[in-house]
């Protein structure tokens, strides 16, 4: 399996400026990049979680290297409040989101990410209700097709769910289910017919948008002064609510302020090192 290579990772750590004593949360710890450079910058702490139980292995390594500095939790970020009680930590002075999928998981085959995959329709990143083999097989047509359009906006969602549903004896892995969207809709240009189907019944599959929300609103308690929360997210769904709830944030003077009018994107170099970056968007805020 290839490493990770986190994305964005030095505007990352521009924004978070991490300095001696301070304490910051990671909730997407995938492959431990951002963490690494963190604990790496300062003589601070990071508490980190990831909903994955695959990445557990990395962080004991990397609490092996920083065994009073870094601490890891399985967990879903949106119990961050929970996380950071039990840890004795009431406010942080840093948190920060890599959303998306890490390599290991789009490499893992058994866990159906990719339309190559040969695995089931899974789809899940641990600590998930259901599988998106589940979801096909209990949602009526209608209600496919309302998932595959609210989390993709994917045109011929109806399109594809019908054929879903017809298909769906023969649907056993996800190059099955990416063959069956490609036989109804035609290819226009480079990017694959079954890319937004999957995409939408990873993000309902995982709640990704509800997570977001879930943590975002827990901003305020658990900021410190001087604290900043950097979001790197990786398509408009998610980056559309990171901008409107930093912009109601920001409406509220002398609370907080947005340090990214607009988003920051990778550059052409690091795109053309790590393509899997091309469509990251960085946006930070800071707590006054
Ligand atoms: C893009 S990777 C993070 C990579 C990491 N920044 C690095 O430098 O190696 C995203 C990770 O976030 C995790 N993740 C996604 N949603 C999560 C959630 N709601 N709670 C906790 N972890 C989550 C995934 O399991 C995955 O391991």
Partial sequence: MSEHIPVLLNGVLDFLSPADGK?????????????EAILKQADCSVIACDR???????????????????????????????????????????????LGLSNFQLEDESRGFSFKSKGDVDMTMGLCDETAMDVIRRCSEE????????????????????????NLRYIKTAEDLANAVRSCVRRTGKIDQATKTFQALRIFVNKELEELKLVLSEIPEL???????????????????????????????????????????????????????RSAKLRALLRL
């Fill in 23 to 35: 304490v910051y949360f990671d909730g997407t710890f995938g492959g431990g990049g951002y963490s």
């Fill in 143 to 166: 209600q496919l097709a309302n998932i595959i359009y609210s989390f993709s906006e994917e045109r011929f969602s109806r399109r594809i769910a019908k054929t879903i549903k017809k």
């Fill in 52 to 98: 994955d139980d695959l990445v557990i292995p990395i962080a004991e390594k990397l609490q092996a290297k920083f065994p009073s500095r870094f601490s890891f939790v399985h967990s879903k970020f949106s119990d961050i409040k929970q996380i950071l009680a039990r840890q004795n930590v009431q406010k942080v002075d840093g948190i920060v989101l890599d």
């Fill in 223 to 277: 900021l410190n002064s001087g604290g900043k929360i950097v979001v790197v997210s990786f398509h408009s769904l998610e980056d559309r609510i990171v901008k409107s709830v930093f912009r109601e944030y920001g409406q509220e003077k002398g609370v907080f302020e947005i340090l990214t009018k607009k988003p920051v994107a990778p550059s052409e170099r690091e795109v053309a090192n790590n393509p899997k970056s």
